[in-house]
Nanobody, 124 residues
């Protein structure tokens, strides 16, 4: 059974930083983070594949960094220079059967799993 548990969300002022963590029950071909703000569609934020290659949405490029710790089976999202538009619920997700990985894979894959989410609020 796939289990993903996020932590690390919170409230921060614009320009600040947060680090999200996700405890994962295993290794998967494609893992990532997506977010959803009230009244908006889910948005793929970042993803990482088994080779360590990373993928980012244009809106977070250069500000967010996705990484994983294979020993701990944890997934991370370092978020720097946060802006109010980053305010959303952030979800850690996995697409274990996808042959390809991209920033939207964990949002659109036929087989995908995600955690309960962690809220990020950025004030101006």
């Amino acid at each position: 059974q796939v289990q993903l548990v996020e932590s690390g969300g919170g409230s921060v002022q614009a320009g600040g930083s947060l680090r999200l963590s996700c405890a994962v029950s295993g290794f998967f071909r494609c893992m990532g983070w997506f977010r959803q703000a009230p009244g908006k569609e889910r948005e793929g934020v970042a993803a990482i594949d088994l080779s360590g290659r990373t993928y980012y949405a244009d809106s977070v490029w250069g500000r967010f960094t996705i990484s994983n710790d294979n020993a701990k089976k944890d997934l991370y999202l370092q978020m720097d220079r946060l802006i109010p538009e980053d305010t959303a619920m952030y979800y850690c997700a996995a697409a274990p059967l996808s042959l390809r990985c991209g920033k939207d894979t964990v949002v659109i894959a036929t087989t995908r799993y995600w955690g309960q989410g962690t809220q990020v609020t950025v004030s101006s």
